[in-house]
């Protein structure tokens, strides 16, 4: 079976990298472990949810998955308040002051990727071929074959990984990758809350991490991102609920009032990685196959369609679809960025876990300071955005 491009992997980037190259008229195979079903408009929360910035929705939008999200469910968030627990800083980012109507989206992943399925249909010359295993990538001079576990063999000029952290593709071509184990785990679950959300993404900084309640479609649930230090994220994950939603309340300094309700409880090894390169004959990694980085600004996946954008542009028209002059491109428009971004997220990691008092003074001083300068904290706003 002959295609232009196999795609490793159907998660969010992979599904909008295939849509993008489906607008080219590219034969696109997409290939994924495992089907994800659909969200019923009643059905509970999805556990994983993103952030989804300005930038990203347009991308969404120009390959006709947007309004399959909205269709679904999702929640714009107008207004983010920032503080520190440790003094009195405090930061907030109000969207009617910057223009705008919101600031960004919360998305359960598994909407975006039902979504983006749903988009995908539009795409005849693009096949998502799920559940598949593969079970042997070979690579000659001009072609890849990915064998599958059906027995089918995938001919194709260029092998595209978007399959995660723990990419199969990145570890059989032996790229490079460098690591860096936070010793963090990120514990997360949907909560009810006594107080409504405001369409507010609230986020706490504590010495031990931050913790984020993001608002979810229904006005009293959120979606919380608890950072915290392995040992003590397995030891709340077990607690029973009394507990666990008393000390959340606690950690949200009562914002929300009470935590009414605690869905299930589930948690994340945060560890940054980046590939040293991105790119080889005849392959490319795009999202968290090429880095991961903190999700303290959850900007994870936003990385990644920026990534499904730029190897999209750097294919646009090339003759060697494989060939390192086209794929090249791509890797020098996203390594520097991806790098600044996460080596961003490591300086506000060390700056809020630092618990010595000048370092608190400062960012308390710092984050006020910062909330006085509204031609600066909108430049930074609108950057986060992706304006
Ligand atoms: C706690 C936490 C909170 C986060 N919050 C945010 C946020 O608010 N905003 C944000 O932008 N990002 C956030 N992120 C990061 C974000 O979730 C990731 O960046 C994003 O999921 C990456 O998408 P992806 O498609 O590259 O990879 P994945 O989502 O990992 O998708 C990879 C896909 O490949 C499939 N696959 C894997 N191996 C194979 C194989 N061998 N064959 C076939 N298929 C395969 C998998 O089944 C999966 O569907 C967060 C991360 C964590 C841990």
């Given at each position: 079976m002959q295609y232009d491009i196999v795609i490793a992997g159907g998660g969010m980037v992979g599904l909008a990298l295939a849509a993008l190259l489906g607008q080219q008229d590219r034969r696109v195979a997409v290939l994924e472990s495992i089907c994800p079903v659909d969200i019923a408009p009643d059905a509970d929360f999805d556990l994983r949810v993103s952030a989804i910035s300005r930038v990203s929705q347009r991308l969404l939008a120009s390959i006709g998955a947007w309004d399959k999200v909205l269709k679904r469910r999702a929640c714009a968030y107008e207004t983010m308040v920032v503080w520190d627990s440790t003094g009195d800083g405090k930061i907030s980012f109000k969207a009617a002051e910057l223009g705008e109507p919101d600031l960004g989206h919360i998305v359960e992943n598994r909407v975006l990727q039902a979504a983006l399925q749903e988009a995908l249909k539009d795409y005849p010359t693009v096949e998502l071929c799920c559940p598949v295993r593969i079970t042997q990538i070979q690579r000659s001079a001009d072609s890849i074959q990915v064998h599958l576990g059906d027995e089918r063999i995938l001919n194709t000029a260029l092998l595209v990984?978007?399959?995660?952290?723990?990419s199969y593709v990145r570890e059989w071509a032996g790229f490079t990758l460098t690591t860096e184990d936070y010793g963090q785990q990120g514990l997360v679950c949907t909560v009810q809350t006594s107080?409504?959300?405001?369409a507010t993404a609230w986020q706490r900084f504590m010495p031990t991490g931050p913790l984020a309640f993001l608002p979810l479609s229904k006005p009293d649930f959120s979606s919380i991102v608890w950072t915290l230090p392995a040992d003590k994220a397995d030891e709340l994950r077990s607690w029973e609920g009394v507990r666990f939603k008393q000390a959340l309340a606690d950690a949200l300094d009562y914002q929300l009032g009470d935590i009414l309700h605690c869905g299930v409880r589930a948690s994340f090894p945060l560890r940054g990685q980046h590939s040293q390169?991105?790119?080889q004959e005849r392959i490319a990694l795009v999202g968290d196959a090429a880095h991961t980085i903190h999700p303290l600004a959850g900007q994870g996946v936003n990385l990644g369609f920026k990534d499904a954008l730029a190897l999209a542009e750097s294919l646009l028209?090339?003759?060697?679809?494989?060939?390192?002059r086209a794929l090249r491109g791509y890797e020098r428009a996203r390594r520097g960025d991806n790098q600044l971004t996460q080596k961003a997220m490591e300086g506000f990691k060390l700056l809020f876990g630092n618990d010595l008092t000048p370092w608190q003074v400062l960012r308390n001083q710092g984050l006020n300071a910062l909330n006085q300068l509204p031609a600066f904290k909108y430049r930074l706003a609108r950057q986060a955005m992706g304006l």
């Open positions: 990984g978007a399959d995660g952290a723990r107080l409504p959300h405001q390169t991105y790119v028209g090339a003759r060697d679809l494989g060939g390192l």
